[in-house]
């Protein structure tokens, strides 16, 4: 900033200094006709031609012409300032060199392949064994031979198969044997919970922390995938994205450390593994970097680099560097590792899909758009507001059930029971809840991933261009059943992660998305189907989440949508990106959970301070002890 200040002052000063002079010089000129008197001052008649007496001896020469030379050496000056700003301009533009060291070829972008593969690896055994435990015991706790989710035909000569509809997933269709599993997952989880290096209930790290320390939590790590694993195989409504980023960062961080690379180098291959978990299983490599590039700039707003994660880590200073340097950013090495990372997890990922499952006959999205309107575009303006109206809702619900396991815990203390008897309930009481909404809902039984993509294509098939979902010969899934659905799959998240459960929450809300537009046109006739659908479903997550371009990025790979329609996605994001987030609703409702929270504690609002006791104050004391419970009634409570 000051380079450029002083690079345009520069013209400016030399153009004053000329002016200046040139009129100083005139003046002299003037002065030097004049006779010089006795007192230093000059005659003010004029010098003849007969008069002997030369002019004043100490008079410079000082017309422009004599200060050309000065004038050009200050050109001289402004045209290296604006060589440097340029030279400064291409340093900011072009980032640091990353690629010059040796070591970037020869282990870092190795080290990055190796994250992706294994990230790759155990993903797909954590996920395989999680669902093989699910389909197992939903499908067993059915009557006879029924079965939950999707029937395909046989394949045909070429190997595809064709979906014919979904089975018990409509109204009333689930049972109430379920709950058997969901309450021994549910218990199971929360058994996790009480081993000694377990995380504390309701206080677990998600994968916005670990992008804005780039600190994994090792020896929590276990107990934690340990406990999302009992949870998701319980048929919990919660997502497994963050499961998956904190696998990747503690990859990420073990091979670090096993390569003895230096912190920096060892923070770029933990945001590696994290995007590797992610992107691997989404349609596009490039869609996993995209995200944590977005989730990184909301972490960390103020400074993105690498050293400043390093900086934050270590306790040390901003070292001051020279000009143009110290704003040299560091993103495109961390988008090249995080995409090499990224590349190899999704080739594993995806090469091991083709194999397993099996290969659905796919519609075109093509043929299912319509003649487009560019009136269209101002459609995304209610669709923004009814999306923003139910990410609002959410968190007032997630709000209302963290308050309510807040005061089971503090009433739960008072009465002297143990805090593990606390860490036991609330988890299984989750549990039991969503389990008899699964039996009434089928649809909201676990992360919804199973069935997501057989919906989509039942409900984009060209004999069903109306709301609802036409499934084959198992029913039609009518609006009013859809759109509960979604509500009620939003409160079974809610009550998850208010009840204490550790999970991720974007892909339960992406499933309501898609719920709420396939509903939409129904109550909204002049929303087309194929633009309600993916509009509702980036609307609700863009509402609170600050990865727009991604998810917006994300279906239109998925789906195949043209830009027209991703014009329509990106006013539905924006519009309900402002009533949620830009009006500050998600704040205001935390504001107001903390001042209830604050009033059931006894109105406190200001902590406690160590100086406000005795230094010979004994804990150990009656006094004391209860001290030490209101203390950890306190904390415990926040």
């Known amino acids: 900033i000051e380079l450029e200040r002083n690079a345009r002052r520069q013209p400016l000063k030399a153009n004053l200094k000329k002016q200046e002079l040139s009129q100083y010089s005139t003046n002299t000129l003037e002065m030097s006709k004049k006779e010089p008197l006795l007192d230093g001052g000059y005659d003010t008649a004029p010098m003849t031609s007969d008069d002997e007496r030369d002019p004043n001896p100490n008079v410079i020469d000082i017309t422009p012409e004599a200060y050309e030379s000065d004038y050009h050496e200050d050109d001289d000056e402004t045209e290296e300032a604006a060589q440097e700003k340029e030279i400064t301009m291409l340093k900011l533009v072009m980032g640091v060199p990353y690629a010059a060291s040796p070591s970037f070829w020869f282990l870092q972008i190795p080290a990055a392949v190796l994250v992706g593969v294994l990230v790759a690896g155990l993903g797909l055994a954590f996920f395989g064994a999680q669902m093989s435990v699910f389909q197992w015991w939903v499908d067993g706790l059915l009557e006879g031979e029924e079965t939950y989710g999707p029937v395909y035909s046989s394949a045909d000569e070429n190997?595809?198969?064709?979906?014919?509809?979904?089975r018990n997933v409509g109204r009333g269709q689930g049972t109430y044997r379920w709950l058997a599993a969901f309450v021994t997952g549910g218990f199971l989880s929360a058994l996790v919970l009480l081993f000694p290096c377990a995380p504390t209930i309701g206080s677990a790290r998600t994968m916005f922390d670990e992008i804005v320390d780039l600190n994994p939590r090792t020896r929590e790590a276990p107990f934690m995938l340990l406990h999302v694993f009992f949870a998701l195989v319980s048929g919990m409504t919660i997502g497994p994205e963050s499961a998956l980023a904190i696998l990747g960062a503690e990859i990420g961080s073990l091979i670090g450390s096993i390569l003895r690379f230096d912190l920096r180098t060892k923070c770029l291959l933990i945001l590696t593994g994290m995007t590797a978990g992610l992107g691997g299983f989404l349609p596009s490599p490039l869609i996993g970097s995209l995200m944590i590039v977005e989730l990184t700039i909301s972490a960390r707003p103020d400074d993105i680099r690498m050293d400043a994660a390093v900086a934050a880590l270590t306790g040390t200073r901003k070292k001051k560097k020279k000009n143009g340097d110290m704003e040299r950013t560091d993103l495109m090495n961390q988008v090249f590792l995080t995409g090499i990372g990224c590349i190899a997890s999704y080739a594993v990922i995806h090469k091991t899909f083709e194999r397993v499952l099996p290969n659905i006959e796919v519609p075109v999205f093509s043929d299912v758009e319509g003649d487009f309107d560019y009136m269209y575009i101002l459609y995304g303006v209610p669709m923004g507001l009814i999306c923003g109206l139910f990410g609002a809702i959410?968190?007032?619900?997630?709000?209302?059930?963290?308050?309510?396991?807040?005061?089971?815990g503090n009433g739960m203390s008072m009465c002297g029971l143990p805090k593990w008897c606390h860490v036991l309930l609330m988890p299984t009481l989750s549990a039991l809840i969503q389990g008899c909404i699964a039996a009434s809902y089928p649809l909201t039984l676990g992360t919804g991933t199973d069935v997501l993509i057989q919906l989509c294509i039942l409900g984009f098939d060209k004999e069903a261009d109306t709301a609802g979902i036409q499934n084959g010969d198992y029913g039609f899934l009518d609006p009013e059943y859809l759109l509960t659905s979604a509500f009620m799959n939003l409160l079974s998240l809610a009550m998850a992660l208010g009840f204490g459960v550790i999970g991720g929450q974007i892909m339960p809300i992406v499933f309501s998305g898609v719920l709420l537009g396939f509903a939409?046109?129904?109550?909204?006739?002049?929303?087309?189907?194929?633009i309600a659908v993916p509009c509702c479903t980036t609307g609700i997550t863009a509402s609170f989440l600050g990865t727009p371009f991604s998810f917006i990025l994300m279906l239109m790979v998925l789906t195949g949508a043209s830009g027209d329609v991703g014009a329509v996605m990106f006013t539905t994001a924006l519009v309900a990106n402002a009533i949620n987030g830009g009006l500050g609703v998600v704040p205001f409702i935390a504001e107001k959970r903390q001042e209830l929270l604050r009033r059931h504690n006894g109105g406190r609002k200001e902590t406690m301070k160590t100086s406000d006791l005795d230094s010979d104050f004994d804990f150990n004391s009656e006094e004391g002890s209860e001290m030490r419970k209101e203390i950890t009634s306190l904390l415990y409570g926040s």
Do not use: C, T, W
Request: proline share 9%; aromatic share 24%.
């Open 520 to 530: 939409l046109p129904h109550y909204l006739p002049f929303i087309p189907l194929y």
């Open 394 to 408: 959410y968190f007032i619900m997630q709000g209302a059930a963290k308050g309510f396991f807040v005061r089971i």
């Open 159 to 166: 190997g595809f198969v064709v979906l014919e509809g979904l």
